[in-house]
Nanobody, 124 residues
Framework: VQLQASGGGLVQPGGSLRLSCAAS????????IGWFRQAPGKEREFVSA????????YYADSVKGRFTISRDSAKNTVYLQMQSLAPEDTAIYYC??????????????????WGQGTQVTVSS
Protein backbone atom coordinates (compact mmCIF):
# COMPACT_ATOMS: atom_id res chain seq x y z
CA VAL A 1 0.00 0.00 0.00
CA GLN A 2 1.36 3.40 -0.94
CA LEU A 3 0.29 6.44 1.05
CA GLN A 4 0.36 10.00 -0.25
CA ALA A 5 0.18 12.87 2.23
CA SER A 6 -0.84 16.33 1.08
CA GLY A 7 -2.38 19.57 2.25
CA GLY A 8 0.48 21.15 4.13
CA GLY A 9 1.44 24.77 3.78
CA LEU A 10 2.08 28.06 5.53
CA VAL A 11 -0.61 29.31 7.89
CA GLN A 12 -0.82 32.05 10.48
CA PRO A 13 -1.22 31.25 14.17
CA GLY A 14 -4.84 30.49 14.91
CA GLY A 15 -5.44 29.30 11.38
CA SER A 16 -6.57 25.95 10.00
CA LEU A 17 -5.36 23.34 7.55
CA ARG A 18 -6.66 19.99 6.40
CA LEU A 19 -4.20 17.26 5.61
CA SER A 20 -5.08 14.30 3.42
CA CYS A 21 -3.61 10.82 3.29
CA ALA A 22 -4.64 8.94 0.18
CA ALA A 23 -3.98 5.23 -0.27
CA SER A 24 -3.11 3.60 -3.59
CA UNK A 25 -5.56 0.78 -2.88
CA UNK A 26 -8.28 -0.21 -0.48
CA UNK A 27 -7.40 0.24 3.16
CA UNK A 28 -9.46 -2.78 4.16
CA UNK A 29 -6.22 -4.68 4.87
CA UNK A 30 -5.06 -1.91 7.21
CA UNK A 31 -6.81 -1.48 10.53
CA UNK A 32 -5.14 1.75 11.56
CA ILE A 33 -4.05 4.98 9.92
CA GLY A 34 -1.99 7.40 11.93
CA TRP A 35 -0.52 10.84 11.65
CA PHE A 36 2.91 11.59 13.07
CA ARG A 37 4.98 14.74 12.93
CA GLN A 38 8.62 15.70 13.21
CA ALA A 39 9.76 19.18 14.09
CA PRO A 40 13.31 20.35 13.37
CA GLY A 41 15.74 18.87 15.86
CA LYS A 42 13.09 16.70 17.49
CA GLU A 43 12.06 13.09 17.27
CA ARG A 44 8.99 12.09 15.33
CA GLU A 45 5.92 12.02 17.54
CA PHE A 46 2.41 10.65 17.42
CA VAL A 47 -0.39 13.06 16.55
CA SER A 48 -3.54 11.07 15.87
CA ALA A 49 -4.84 7.75 14.59
CA UNK A 50 -8.07 6.17 13.45
CA UNK A 51 -9.28 2.60 13.23
CA UNK A 52 -10.36 2.03 9.64
CA UNK A 53 -13.26 -0.31 10.43
CA UNK A 54 -14.67 1.19 13.64
CA UNK A 55 -13.61 4.83 13.20
CA UNK A 56 -12.28 4.83 16.75
CA UNK A 57 -9.97 7.81 17.11
CA TYR A 58 -6.89 8.55 19.18
CA TYR A 59 -5.15 11.85 19.83
CA ALA A 60 -2.02 13.14 21.45
CA ASP A 61 -2.78 15.38 24.41
CA SER A 62 -1.12 18.30 22.65
CA VAL A 63 -3.67 18.29 19.81
CA LYS A 64 -6.80 17.04 21.53
CA GLY A 65 -9.68 19.43 20.97
CA ARG A 66 -7.91 21.16 18.08
CA PHE A 67 -7.32 18.36 15.57
CA THR A 68 -9.91 15.96 14.15
CA ILE A 69 -9.12 12.78 12.25
CA SER A 70 -11.63 11.19 9.91
CA ARG A 71 -11.76 8.85 6.97
CA ASP A 72 -13.61 8.47 3.68
CA SER A 73 -13.75 4.83 2.67
CA ALA A 74 -15.00 5.62 -0.83
CA LYS A 75 -11.88 7.66 -1.48
CA ASN A 76 -9.47 5.50 0.55
CA THR A 77 -8.46 8.71 2.26
CA VAL A 78 -7.86 9.82 5.84
CA TYR A 79 -8.07 13.47 6.79
CA LEU A 80 -6.55 15.47 9.62
CA GLN A 81 -8.43 18.71 10.20
CA MET A 82 -6.20 21.05 12.19
CA GLN A 83 -7.57 24.15 13.89
CA SER A 84 -6.20 26.78 16.23
CA LEU A 85 -2.75 26.10 14.90
CA ALA A 86 0.22 27.37 16.87
CA PRO A 87 3.91 27.77 15.99
CA GLU A 88 4.71 24.62 17.95
CA ASP A 89 2.62 22.65 15.44
CA THR A 90 5.23 23.42 12.79
CA ALA A 91 6.61 20.12 11.54
CA ILE A 92 6.66 17.64 8.71
CA TYR A 93 3.52 15.58 9.01
CA TYR A 94 3.58 11.93 7.98
CA CYS A 95 0.72 9.52 7.56
CA UNK A 96 1.25 5.86 8.23
CA UNK A 97 -0.78 2.69 7.94
CA UNK A 98 -0.63 -0.76 9.43
CA UNK A 99 -2.15 -3.03 12.03
CA UNK A 100 -1.09 -1.49 15.33
CA UNK A 101 -2.47 -2.94 18.51
CA UNK A 102 -4.36 -0.60 20.78
CA UNK A 103 -1.75 -0.53 23.53
CA UNK A 104 0.90 0.81 21.14
CA UNK A 105 -1.17 2.77 18.65
CA UNK A 106 0.36 6.01 19.92
CA UNK A 107 3.78 4.75 18.86
CA UNK A 108 5.25 3.83 15.49
CA UNK A 109 4.98 0.13 16.26
CA UNK A 110 2.66 -1.62 13.85
CA UNK A 111 2.71 1.15 11.26
CA UNK A 112 4.51 -0.35 8.27
CA UNK A 113 3.38 1.87 5.39
CA TRP A 114 4.54 5.48 5.42
CA GLY A 115 3.79 8.45 3.23
CA GLN A 116 6.42 10.96 2.17
CA GLY A 117 5.43 13.77 4.54
CA THR A 118 3.95 17.20 4.07
CA GLN A 119 5.33 20.39 5.61
CA VAL A 120 3.16 22.45 7.93
CA THR A 121 4.52 25.84 8.94
CA VAL A 122 2.67 28.04 11.42
CA SER A 123 4.08 31.53 11.41
CA SER A 124 3.03 35.14 11.21
Amino acid sequence: VQLQASGGGLVQPGGSLRLSCAASESMDSINGIGWFRQAPGKEREFVSAIRWSTRTTYYADSVKGRFTISRDSAKNTVYLQMQSLAPEDTAIYYCAGGRPITSTIRTERGFVYWGQGTQVTVSS
